[in-house]
């Protein structure tokens, strides 16, 4: 079993930061690119940030400059550093991790894809 658990979520008055983690757990082998995606009440979940296995990133246009992505492969944990919040970042966000092989008695098996519980980040005016 793997599983994904995000903290640092919280309230923070615009103009603030706040810094998400994601960690994966199980008997993980590799994990391919990991990703913050968030979801806003009464809108469909985005992309904010991905970050690939060698450390090559990529951020949607409206995080750029003030988001930065980062992940540990050693701890199978992706970060998510959040400056300069705006009360448009409030949304709940969700980790996720593709591509994820595991280590069994007979090998390497896997490459499946899983998410994040999410964790909720509510920016006050």
């Known amino acids: 079993q793997v599983h994904l658990v995000e903290s640092g979520g919280g309230l923070v008055q615009a103009g603030g930061s706040l810094r998400l983690s994601c960690v994966a757990s199980?008997?993980?082998?590799?994990?391919?690119?990991m990703g913050w995606y968030r979801r806003a009440p009464g809108t469909q979940r985005e992309l904010v940030a991905t970050?690939?296995?060698?450390?090559?990133?990529n951020y949607a246009e409206t995080v750029k400059g003030r988001f930065t992505i980062s992940r540990d492969n050693a701890k199978n944990t992706v970060y998510l550093k959040m400056n300069s919040l705006k009360p448009k970042d409030t949304a709940v966000y969700y980790c996720?991790?593709?591509?994820?092989?595991?280590?069994?008695?007979?090998?390497?098996?896997?490459?499946?894809?899983?998410w994040g519980q999410g964790t909720q980040v509510t920016v006050s005016s």
């Open positions: 996720k991790a593709e591509s994820i092989t595991i280590a069994t008695p007979w090998g390497v098996d896997g490459a499946f894809d899983r």
């Open positions: 199980g008997s993980i082998h590799s994990i391919n690119d």
């Open positions: 970050i690939t296995s060698g450390g090559s990133t």
